[in-house]
């Protein structure tokens, strides 16, 4: 019974942690789209083109 719990513990956290990184994918993917937008959109338009538009 013990090797079947360990197993079962095994798979649900391979299960989390996979599902886990598959978030921080589509959490990076939005937060670069993000990015690259601001750039596109604030780097033509801000002091001939050499805006920033963050703050650090």
Same mark, same amino acid.
């Given at each position: 019974?013990?090797? #079947?719990?360990? =197993?079962? +513990? $095994?798979?649900?956290?391979?299960? /989390?942690?996979?599902? %886990?990184?598959?978030?921080?994918? *589509?959490?990076?993917?939005? #937060?670069?789209? =993000?990015? +690259? $937008?601001?750039?596109?959109?604030? /780097?033509?338009?801000? %002091?001939?083109?050499?805006?920033? *538009?963050?703050?650090?």
């Amino acid at each position: 019974m013990v090797p #079947v719990l360990l =197993v079962l +513990l $095994l798979a649900l956290i391979l299960f /989390g942690v996979g599902f %886990a990184v598959k978030a921080l994918w *589509w959490i990076a993917l939005i #937060v670069f789209v =993000v990015w +690259l $937008l601001g750039f596109l959109v604030r /780097g033509t338009s801000a %002091a001939g083109g050499r805006g920033r *538009w963050y703050r650090w």
